[in-house]
């Protein structure tokens, strides 16, 4: 029971008046840089680390971590209410979000999320409190081939994800694939594809730049062409009726809330995955266990659980090997962990034994974090519906002023600015002629980690591709994404087969 | 709409022709001992998009296709209009941010959309128009110091700095 | 708005025209030159590594002791090796010379010279100042038994092609050391690149790689928990953080090797601008976050800046050219 003792002193910390006014404050910025498109959870930790300085450095990192919590609920919104993934770790929120918000729904997608993310985000900090020593050895054992099969399996969940048209989905993957390989091959240490020999590509092609091109500038177009510019966006009420019917629905998704909360929480803890992949997967899950599968992409509601409790899950997760072994598991904690340096604390195994005051505030400032998230976030959800009432005429302009604004922001390079132009209206073109684009965006996601990975596997075992099957990890991940890989396509086979035989 | 998915996928092969050729500028095949080439990955999947695109072809030829078999235009006039509109203001606010800067771009291009594309009165105009930027400019300038290119505004900016930066 | 366009660009002809008469100027007048606008500060790696982190020390140092009248806006430029970073910084030399500096490595040298496209000089940048010098040590994991270089030695040779030495990036720091090792003791080591030092230092925690040569700041929570073990330092003398760790010196083998964490401005820079950035990072330096830093990760270099900073640039790139013509990559 030492670690109740230990988790109550966390929370005498966390608690402090200045702890938690640092926690409102980092929730509510959090929220903001969450719900702007372009921003994540890691610009905003980057951009106020600076910031900390004034305080001692367990408030310093209960506000980041406040601010992490926060966008990462602020994500949702923006994915939900205008389409446009606020990061990457939201994209998977927008497949059913977008829709549920498209058919007057808005209220029931926001609050689904923001439920969902409170319910991850206290099974993993549950998790976390149990079992983060002995499972920080976990994340060491994975080496490249267990990364690489990782990633395979991430495919493989989503292989469903495309539309009725096989060619143009493979064709929407692999041209994913390789813009993710542009800029510099890191196996060789030459550049790679830098298109007419021009600067910008060599920083390679940012996620976000083909997300807020497709989900922003794209899916602007397609909406203005659908509705003729006449129009304005549905309109959703809210009342305290309602969201009591909303919760009594979500009741029905506390299965899919519990698979996507421990599968984020696991894939977060290894280092390289991170939220991004762990809400895929989690949404890829849900749609496979479903009775209604068909149903996902159109407005389920399972659909919003299952990532948004994965996402918040994995950022917990991913401070697991940040804290114990000082291995960022996505690239946020690696800024925290840039933080940590600076304050003067050394991540690692030593930090439980030596910063308890530290590492128990933090956990308990996640608990609280996590709380003050939900309740500002709902009751925010007005103001966000607010947004929706504007004539669209007034809001699609305001969207691509804020798609400009955020495909800039990361890398502050105009070049990304004209590449997202090109995306959007390329996009939108395909789109028209039912090119799916989502898969595209997930390649782009998950192909910078997958091929070093796969390469550097190579590499170590002299080129042998067995090494994929062999090893203890690797071998059943690398199996179960074959089996998922394969299975539609056996199914559609035998299916041809029923029909003709 | 038919022959909209024709050209599409011939530019498309185009496109993953030239990525192909383009990836070939490293090794694609396999080097022992080693694995793939650092033009490996790219080059096999460019390879499988060109694929993808003769069996799109092929569709097309069959009639397979939702696309091959519709008879309706691709952009309907008024589509087509309104996209020239949106797109052209769109890239247009992109092509001003190198001139007037990002607060410029932005203050020209809601003008535009909001009073010309969306018909609403000058004075809703000119309060999100004027409204925008400065919002803009303190999230992002002040509060967050991602510093916007202010193009050849950069003057009128420099008093703004030494007052809340 | 026209009117009052006019009396500002005639106000920035008339410190253009001041800031050439008081080139020849005393000390004083140079000190009165500040920054108008935000700085913009490159990092020539990405978010995370240690340049970035070493980068926004200085930065918060910097604010934290309102040094600067207005802030360093940090943005991170990885691509190509730096490629990018340089190249931009270039650009700025033409527009606007005074208010763009970076944080380098020593890709610095480097990158120019694998990749001559790109046209990047760095004799025409300006100077401003070597902030430290990072070090490197050999190491291995624990449970692989070996005490001591020349055990590493037997063990690396018996395992031929089979040794896995992680590192950092291709044809850059790591490998030079690598290819080092190989060449002095006769060894075939495998070297194998990953994207910074954390992934690299976690490979060897993990036992997926059987050495690197990674900084202490890179490796120093695996030192702490008795995972890793350092070897041999690629330092003139013992670090004060290792006492118990010999130098390659000692063994025999003559190899000293530093990673520079220097500031650089813009070519064509104006002498008060670069005399304000030496200050103001003389100031960093001499700060006690800046040599408590310093201190806790063994870092070395005093300060340089000026002419005898671009000397030791200059002997540098010369050094990076014949290992790099030895290794065959130029």
Known sequence: MEILTLLLDGFATAFAPINLVLVIAGVSIGLFIGAMPGLGSVNGVAILLPMTFLVPPTSAIIFLAAIYYGAMYGGAISSIMLGIPGASTAVATTFDGRPLALGGKADKALIAAAVASFFGGTISIVLFTAFAPPLADIALDFGDPEIFALMLLAFATFVGLGGEDIPKTIFSICIGLVFSAVGLDIMSGEPRLIFFDIVGFMHGINFLVLAIGIYGIGEMLWTIEVNRGQTTMSKAVISVDRIARNLKDLLGAWKTGVMGSVLGFFVGILPAAGATPGSLMAYGVAKLTSREPEQFGHGHIAGVVAPEAANNAASTGSMLPMLTIGIPGSPTTAILLGGMVIWGLVPGPMLFVEETEFVWGLIASLYAANLFAVLINILCIPVFLWMLRMPFTILAPLIFVLSLVGGFAPTQDMHDVWLMLIFGIGGYLLRKLDYPVAPAVLAIVLGPIAEPALRQSLLISNGDMTVFLTRPIAGPITAIALVLLFLPLARLIVNRLKRSG | ?165 | MRHLEKPLLSLAGAVVLAASLTVAAPDGARAEWEPKKPVEFVIMAGKGGGADKMARLMQTVIEKHNWSSKPLTPINKPGGSGAEALVHLKSKGQSDPDHTIMVTLNSFYTTPMRQKKLEVDIATFTPIARMAEDTFLLWVHKDSGIGSLDDFVKAAKAAGNGWVMAGTGKLQEDQLLTDFLNASYGLDMKYVPYKGGGKVAKQLAGQHANSTVNNPSEQEGFFAAGKTVPLAAFTPDRLELFPDTPTFREAGADMVYFMQRSVVGAPGMSDEASAYYRDLFKKVYDSEEWQAYRKKKSLRGAFLSGKELMDYWMAEREIHRQMLEKMGAL
């Open chain 2, 1 to 165: 709409m038919r022959r909209a998915e024709l050209v599409t996928a011939l530019l498309m092969a185009a496109l993953s022709i030239y990525l192909m050729w383009k990836s070939a500028e490293l090794p694609i095949g396999w080097i022992p001992d080693e694995g793939p080439g650092g033009g490996a990955f790219s080059f096999w999947l460019a390879a499988a998009m060109l694929g993808s695109c003769l069996w799109i072809v092929v569709n097309w030829v069959r009639r397979t296709s939702p696309q091959s078999q519709s008879t309706r235009r691709f952009m309907e006039p008024g589509v087509l209009k309104m996209f020239l509109l949106v797109g052209g203001g769109v890239t247009a606010m992109v092509g001003l941010v190198h001139f007037v800067g990002m607060y410029g771009a932005i203050f020209v291009f809601l003008i535009y959309y909001i009073r010309y594309l969306g018909g609403h009165s000058w004075r809703t105009t000119v309060s999100v128009a004027a409204g925008t930027p400065v919002v803009a400019f303190f999230f992002f300038d002040v509060a967050l110091r991602i510093v916007l290119p202010k193009g050849y505004l950069e003057p009128w900016f420099l008093p703004l700095y030494d007052i809340f930066l």
